[in-house]
């Protein structure tokens, strides 16, 4: 009688032995793709540190960054150096470095005013400002430059440096003048600007 029960369970322990070995067989690679399909660690992770100051979260903001004022001035200063002892090559590169971060700048503060204008005109005023800042410093580093290519008796480069600045300027700023007393001395004009007053009397006979 003892055997004949055993007998009758062994094809249902069969049954839930292949089961489990088929439940197995499915739950596996669906483990195996979770693992697979979650997010690497990354151990390097920056995390929010406590207590720390918002001005070093603000790299714009650091002498060390090139897309900044700071950065345009050190490359202006660096320019500067180099031509007090005579390495041209190294003040053009400078300087011409210093004109592109300047005028980044300066179409990106226009580009922000423009967007908040009629929207917040604070910001909008703000960043104009900043445009026009910048705008000026990009013109200084281009007079700059142009000198230095006069320097090395390079006119053909210094030419058109200095229409860039008078276009930008105006002939009646300071920096304007200047560029177009430069292309007066190159000989590319051949009228001064301004002219002198001169008084012209009129002899009745």
């Known amino acids: 009688m003892v055997v004949s029960q055993t007998v009758r369970l062994l094809p249902l322990h069969s049954f839930t032995f292949i089961s489990l070995l088929a439940a ?67 003040a053009i590169k400078k300087l011409q470095e210093a004109r592109q971060v300047f005028n980044q700048l300066s179409n990106f503060y226009q580009d922000l005013a423009a967007s908040f204008s009629g929207i917040d005109n604070r910001i909008s005023d703000g960043q104009r400002r900043k445009a026009v800042e910048t705008a000026q410093m990009r013109d200084e580093a281009t007079y700059q430059l142009a000198l230095v290519h006069r320097a090395q008796n390079q006119p053909e480069l210094a030419v058109p440096l200095l229409v860039q600045i008078i276009r930008s300027q105006n002939p009646t700023r300071d920096l304007g003048k200047k560029a177009y007393q430069q292309l007066l001395e190159l000989g590319f004009v051949d009228s001064p600007y301004p002219r002198a007053n001169t008084s012209s009397s009129s002899s009745t006979q």
Do not use: C, F, K, W
């Not at 540190?49 to 918002?54: A, C, N």
């Not at 070093?56 to 150096?81: C, F, I, K, V």
């Open 24 to 90: 197995l067989n499915v739950l596996a690679p669906l483990q195996v793709l979770a693992q697979q399909s979650s997010p690497p660690s990354l151990p390097n992770q920056a995390e929010p540190l406590e207590g720390t100051d918002t001005n070093e979260l603000r790299p714009l903001t650091q002498d060390n960054s090139l897309l900044s004022l700071q950065g345009g001035q050190r490359l202006m200063s660096e320019a500067s150096n180099a031509v007090s002892t005579q390495n041209y090559a190294l």
